[in-house]
C-alpha cells in the first residue's frame, strides 16, 4: 500500500508531454502577438511623462460653470490659484461636475459640485 503512494505521487511531479506542448505553443502565440505601438506625444502634442513607470496624462483646461465659485472656495482654503489657469472641469458639464485648482505650493484643490451647489473634496 505504501508502495503505490510512493509511485503514484511520483508520477505527479512528472511533467506530461501535453503540458510542455501546450505551454510551448502559449509561448509562440504570446511572441506573435502584436502590441500596440505607443506614440512619444500625449493627444494634446506635448511630450509624455512617466514618473515611477506611472505615466502621467495632462489634462486640458476647461472652464466650467461653476469654475468662479471653486475659485473662491478655493482661496478662501489655503490656495492661491497661482499654479494654473484657475479652477478647471475633469468631469462631463453635467448635473454633478468636478473641479480641480492647481495650488502655487504643488497641491491641487478638489470640488464636486452638484446643480452649480459646490462642496470641497479634500481637507
Known sequence: MLLSVVVLSACSQLPFKQDQEQEAEAARRAATVRKPVVSELA??????????????EKVVFRAGASSATVERMARKAGCDGNGGPGAGLLSEPGPVEVYRMMCSNGTAYLAKCELRQCKPLQR
Not at 43 to 56: F, L, N, P, T, Y
Open 43 to 56: 493627444s494634446d502634442g506635448s511630450k509624455r511623462v512617466a514618473v515611477d513607470g506611472v505615466e502621467i
